[in-house]
């Protein structure tokens, strides 16, 4: 059993992603997980953290949305920057659009019905923005309570078929 898995993330809708779906998918397999935002800390920290965890031979993932950047490469670039130059490519997972696309992805028939959304086979470039729309949210409503209705009905296996950044994720992570 490895020791320590280390999961950075972006925001707060991301960290409840990972604390939600993915910590109970891998928790077996490690004594230990840390899954944190990264905006909370200064990037010379986040560097001098990231060296100290891999050093120790912890699986490290970042989880990095695309946000509309040109390709994958340029999603890493920037995780790159915020890590103030760390070399963290191998490190990164980026969500094409954004990890809301997640959430959508993984709502089961029986979710879809109850939150009157219809999901697509294809939800990879599914923005917050999309996202709000579908559930016909108002910008003042409160986001993160409705997001949580998504994870009561989250299935895996739908959101393996229906979204290529989440399967790539659980492939990586051997789930």
């Known amino acids: 059993m490895t020791r320590l ?23 077996a397999r490690y004594e230990r997980i840390i899954v944190s935002e990264m905006s909370r800390v200064e990037k010379d920290v986040r560097k001098k953290l990231i060296y100290e965890f891999e050093r120790f031979s912890s699986t490290v993932v970042i ?21 103030g130059g760390y070399p963290v490519d191998d490190l990164v997972v980026v969500v094409e659009s954004e990890i809301e696309s997640y959430y959508l992805a ?8 109850q939150v009157s959304v219809t999901v697509s086979d294809k939800t990879s470039s599914v923005s917050k923005e999309n996202l709000r729309k579908l559930m016909k949210c108002e910008h003042a409503t409160p986001f993160l309570p409705l997001l949580y209705t998504l994870l009561e009905y989250f299935d895996v296996r739908l959101a393996r078929q229906r979204n290529r950044s989440f399967d790539y994720l659980c492939t990586r992570l051997g789930i």
């Open 5 to 27: 898995c280390v999961f950075r993330v972006e925001g707060t809708t991301d960290k409840t992603f990972a604390e939600t779906v993915i910590r109970p998918l891998i928790e």
């Open 63 to 83: 989880l990095v949305d695309g946000n509309g950047r040109p390709c994958i490469t340029a999603s890493k670039n920037h995780a790159r920057q915020a890590f």
């Open 106 to 113: 993984g709502l089961s028939a029986e979710g879809a019905q």
